[in-house]
């Protein structure tokens, strides 16, 4: 199956050993064994299914794991651009969906994203410099 | 021996169609092909070929009776769906709309309502607007090519507010903290006009919807309104739901904090979270900022009540896991002083509980409020504070410099108006007058001005619905005398929220003369109802017919009785808030007969509570004698000055019982 990156770009499949991941797993008992892994899959089994999205923000915000997380399974292209604002970097497109589709979804005008992300951005911004400055 | 007729819905525009073999879909069911039990199967193959997904969607069989030269569904529902809403005879069902007539103007293009205390978008915010829109019609293209399969275009319509009714599709637009302009409820008109039949209905949850959308026209719909910086976004789907509050926030006299400033912020971080638009169910957000709760915070997923802690910094008590639907629970309190800075990042740790552990296995146990039963709720809050105290420190802060940012987009309204005395002398010479006064208006902060209620529940009329003349009308006296500023109301009424007291004997003229000076506010013909069968796919029973029934019996007598709240559901589901009314109806099918069953004593404000069941459910005809005799029972006990729940409260259910199992 097609694999894109965060651009929707096809990449060539990948043969490091990867850590599956169920929606119902654990998060600590995950991050246990993330160590072990530059690879990680976090599986949906259908697109409206969204703990994904939480598990996936959890690995990376919660536990720091920067390696690759990739999403498999059913996912829309219309979920483009959460996937990748929860920390997704790969994607194994699904059957009904090529890769194509992703690509489009990224087109400037499509996805707009989350509405107060330009105000949140500047806050923080604003935020770190004060750190920086103290 | 079962006679049959194949229907479904088509994709397009929405509208009820009757499949007639060779001749494909007919739009009325008399020209249907019929099929007895053995025929009906191969029927049903042919009725679906391989490319019917793109046509037509729902296809399957009901059961018919011929009537001469008529075919009558058996189903009560199916019988709607062929003919049009019950209470709208005037609405008959099938293809109404000529998609080629040229449109006039927008009402925005001429007048933007300055004053107006809602929340002014700029070109950043008008362009999510205008991009969302886009990507739903790209979405329905995409549908009607069949790139999009049905169960996937589904959840993204329903994000986009479009349901598929009995009728056509709905499409519910979202009146963020219930606060409009004159400009934004004209461009409601307008879309009224121009792309439904002439009128829109106002729900419990501060929207308003549109009950005749064609598909192929809701793109065009939705551009309309976000000229006006109006939208659907996640007024439905399982997804953080339109933040709703109380209709007299920043004009109510027992104001702590006004809500609509954090309301927004919410509105905005929900609107396209990443992690939290494929919820395990729909999550409704209420917040309030008053000492009297208007907004029914603790009947809903999060309940928020702003108010200030001893240093006098605004603070936010953060409730979760009320709801009402099949298993109502009042919500569990999680902390009473949340910071201001906090506020996101808090409500990210009880989504992000919720979005890992609520169920996905039980529609009806998938609500945070059965996660917190089935976890017990101090499992929950230990794990809502771990999940919170694991946040990094720099996500979500609202700091102050982002408060500030989106309050500076809020007009701050100027009360320079006095009382000179002019509604004392109107009150002194017109009765009628002044009984609506007392119904129909609400204490201002500012002493010069006063907040009056419209209500939408004329004698005869359907809760909630308001035709396109009179949104313009309503508009206008905005304009005229409210700082061209609407409120809506989770009771389906409208506010004009700042009217000077010397204005409102010439503002009531001008509501009588538009028919909307109905003086019934808190009354029982100000009844709560959701459409019901007439309309919704859902409903098990109607709604409106019976609420009508019930505000002519009590018509002479509503004022005696005083305030009383009574809410209407026709199916579990609540959207009427049945649960929360002193006097809930819930419709129910038993046998093809509609039945409603009765339950007291609820409530939706800061005594929130959960009305009992007084009794087995009663057919349609007797409704209006059972509730009659329960508010008998309530006349004669009542103390001076004391309300129906109140004495409901003081006495317990055993009297009402009484009086209702003698007159079942």
Known sequence: MPLVNTKGEL???TTIPALRVAPDAKPDAVAAQLGAYALVEIEFPKFRDGRGFTL??????RYGYAGDLRAVGHFLPDQFRALIGCG???FLTPPEHDAAQYAAALRPGRQPGQLLRRSLNRAREAQLEQQAAA | MSLHVITANRLHDGVSVWFAGARGWAEHVDAAATYDDAALETALAAAQPADVAAHVVDVRAVPVTREGAHLVPVAHREQIRARGPSVRADLPAGPWRDGAAP???LPSASSTSPHAGIYRYDEYDRDFLRQRAREFGDQVARRRVGALSEDEFKPLRLMNGVYLQLHAYMLRIAIPYGVLSATQLRQFAYVARHFDRGYGHFT????????????????????????????????SGNCIRNVTTDEYAGAAADEIIDPRLYAEIMRQWSTDHPEFTYLPRKFKIAITGAAHDRAAVRVHDIGIEAHRNAAGEPVFRIFAGGGLGRTPYVAIKLRDEVPVAELLRYNE??????????????LFKSRIKILIREMKPEAFIQMVED??????????????????EVAARFVVPEFPRQDTGALAKALAGDADFAAWVERNTNPHRAPGYISVAISLKPAGGIPGDASADEMDAVADLADQYSLGEIRVSHVQNLVLPHVAKDDLYALYQGLKRAGLATANLGLVSDLISCPGMDYCALASARSIPVGQRLAERFAGREREIGTLHVNISGCINACGHHHVGHIGLLGADKNGEEVYQITLGGAADEKAAIGSIVGPAVSTEKVPDAIEAIVNAYIARREPGERFIDTYRRLGAAPFKEAFNAAR
């Open chain 2, 387 to 404: 999940e919170y105290a694991a946040l990094p420190p720099d996500y979500c802060v609202l700091t102050p410099d982002l408060v500030e």
């Open chain 2, 204 to 235: 419990t949850r501060q929207n308003i919807q549109f009950n005749w959308l064609r598909l192929e026209d809701v793109p065009a719909a939705l551009a309309v309104l976000a000229e006006a910086d109006l939208h659907g976004i996640q007024t």
């Open chain 2, 349 to 362: 740790a009880i989504l992000r509980t919720y979005n890992a552990l609520g169920r996905r296995d039980n």
């Open chain 1, 11 to 13: 990449i060539a499949e």
């Open chain 2, 103 to 105: 449109l006039p103007p």
């Open chain 1, 56 to 61: 996936a923000r959890t690995l990376r915000e």
């Open chain 1, 88 to 90: 997704f970097t790969s």
